[in-house]
């Protein structure tokens, strides 16, 4: 069923990249995708933008935000951002993977110091599929995508927010290991 209705879906909207759990994600052109935000979604736009926004100022590792617009055609708000074109981490020599983890690690230890956890990096195992698939290798090094369960320090508060950085640093290892030895 689930199949049948997100083929129909990406029929209707041949510019599909994505059809998630939550959002579909749509190529806008060579230099942009939007994440669609249908009325019925719990997720919320204004946030996510608001995360992206903090995100941004601080380093350029989370996809780059560019603005927030209705589309009739789909019927939906769009969060407007950066297009990424990943690669695969497999056609790239351990040491260049090893250079691309390290400014990885230090600009995501970065966001922390800022008070922005990601919280997304490996998805729940009981979540089938790819379990880094908000993490994308591009001609640029390692880039994020995905902060619709980020948590901003200022807002969740200290101690929340340091159970969040705790458990995202064993993500990055977890991660580490997959991204170096696959
Ligand atoms: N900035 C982007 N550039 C290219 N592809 C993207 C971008 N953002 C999202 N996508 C694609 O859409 C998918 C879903 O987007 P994501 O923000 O992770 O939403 P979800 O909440 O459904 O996981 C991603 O896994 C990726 O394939
Ligand atoms: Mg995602």
């Known amino acids: 069923m689930f199949i049948v209705e997100t083929l129909s879906m990406t029929r209707r909207y041949p510019r599909t990249l994505s059809v998630g759990a939550h959002n579909t994600v749509i190529a806008l052109n060579e230099h942009e995708v939007a994440k669609l935000f249908t009325g019925d979604t719990r997720s919320d736009i204004g946030s996510e933008a608001e995360k992206m926004q903090f995100a941004n ?5 989370v996809a780059r935000f560019v603005r927030i617009e209705y589309s009739d055609e789909h019927g939906s708000e769009m969060l407007v951002m950066e297009r990424l074109y990943p690669m695969d981490y497999r056609a790239y020599e351990f040491s260049k993977r090893e250079l ?4 990885f690690e230090d600009e995501l230890l970065q966001l922390h110091s800022a008070g922005f956890a990601h919280r997304d990096i490996r998805r729940p195992s009981d979540i089938g599929g790819e379990p880094y698939d908000n993490v994308l290798l591009t001609s640029k090094g390692l880039r994020l995508i995905d902060v619709g369960v980020s948590a901003l320090k200022v807002k969740v508060g200290e101690k929340l927010f340091q159970r969040y950085v705790e458990e995202e640093l064993k993500e990055i290892e977890q991660f580490k290991t997959h991204f170096l030895l696959r």
């Open 57 to 61: 100022r601080v380093n350029g590792l």
């Open 100 to 103: 691309w983890f390290d400014v």
